[in-house]
């Protein structure tokens, strides 16, 4: 079992910067792949970004050159550094983790976009 505990979220004025954070229970090393989701109500959870152990990294269009995944191997966190944040990118974020092919979810942080 892998927990994930999610820190970070804030209100935050549109144009502004934001870096969410996420510590695993286990080595972040011995994770397959580690994303950053996120969710407003009535509707489903977006893939937001993704580091995979093979060091490759991937992004939604909608956050592209806007949002950075990347990890600290000696702090064990995972982060997601949000730059040029707009009202759209309000939702409860959450962090997921592949661990031997289990998947796992944190708790989720909130970050509001407004003025």
């Known amino acids: 079992q892998v927990q994930l505990v999610e820190s970070g979220g804030d209100l935050v004025q549109p144009g502004g910067s934001l870096r969410l954070s996420c510590a695993p229970s286990?080595?972040?090393?011995?994770?397959?792949?580690m994303s950053w989701y996120r969710q407003t109500p009535g509707n489903q959870r977006e893939w937001v970004a993704l580091?995979?152990?093979?060091?490759?990294?991937s992004y939604a269009d909608s956050v592209k050159d806007r949002f950075f995944i990347y990890s600290d191997t000696m702090k064990n966190m995972l982060y997601l550094q949000m730059y040029n944040l707009k009202p759209e990118d309000t939702a409860i974020y959450y962090c997921?983790?592949?661990?031997?092919?289990?998947?796992?979810w944190g708790q989720g942080t909130q970050v509001t976009v407004s003025s």
């Open positions: 580091t995979r152990s093979s060091g490759t990294f």
């Open positions: 286990t080595n972040l090393n011995s994770m397959s792949a």
């Open positions: 997921h983790g592949i661990y031997l092919s289990e998947e796992y």
